[in-house]
T-cell receptor
């Protein structure tokens, strides 16, 4: 049972390049989340999804887009990467809100030069 | 979303109990109290959650105040592997959008001294 898998684990981009981060979960969870974590900081919510075909903005959505075409996958896109988007990105999934545990991936370390 | 307040950092000696406090004075009746921790260079992991009653599991205990305005995560015997950032989070199961969002604060950084 893989849980939550993030691809890739590391990436270096040049300013202006685009890329997509993939989050895959095999637990049939409805809820999925994308976070970023800057050095010495807590996690900040970028976007989230409450089910297949739905997405919504979190605290820091600017510069990112997301899609949830399949229930098991949640994609995070950077159309034109900026150095300010250098961060560690975490994905999470949860079966039901409030009273169940969320599962997190191991993170993607992204550097924009 | 109701907010939580935690100390920035705490220290504990190895093999001694640790009590990590969290204040949530604006908690609503439909908010569950969740604790997660983040080990160095890893994603957060679930520790425990509760609504009104104290809870125990293999990792920790959660003590919830009678008025629910504060809670305490208890690690019964701290080990070096427990050194992490601990996050106290409220999750709303009520109707509306707020329950779907899942916000972390800055948490408490726990140092375990050998």
């Amino acid at each position: 049972n893989a849980g939550v898998t993030q691809t890739p684990k590391f990436r270096v981009l040049k300013t202006g390049q685009s890329m997509t981060l993939l989050c895959a979960q095999d637990m049939n969870h409805e809820y999925m989340y994308w976070y970023r974590q800057d050095p010495g900081m807590g996690l900040r919510l970028i976007h989230y999804s409450v089910g297949e075909g739905t997405t919504a903005k979190g605290e820091v959505p600017d510069g990112y887009n997301v899609s949830r075409l399949k229930k098991q996958n949640f994609l995070l896109g950077l159309e034109s990467a900026a150095p300010s988007q250098t961060s560690v990105y975490f994905c999470a999934s949860q079966g039901a809100i409030g009273y169940t545990e969320a599962f997190f991936g191991q993170g993607t370390r992204l550097t924009v030069v | 979303d109701a907010k939580t307040t935690q100390p920035n950092s705490m220290e504990s000696n190895e093999e001694e109990p640790v009590h990590l406090p969290c204040n949530h004075s604006t908690i609503s009746g439909t908010d569950y109290i969740h604790w997660y921790r983040q080990l160095p260079s890893q994603g957060p992991e679930y520790v425990i959650h509760g609504l009104t009653s104290n809870v125990n599991n293999r990792m920790a205990s959660l003590a919830i105040a009678e008025d629910r305005k504060s809670s305490t995560l208890i690690l019964h015997r701290a080990t070096l592997r427990d050194a992490a950032v601990y996050y106290c989070i409220l999750r709303d199961v009520g109707t509306g959008d707020t329950g779907n969002q899942f916000y972390f604060g800055t948490g408490t950084s726990l140092t375990v001294i050998p």
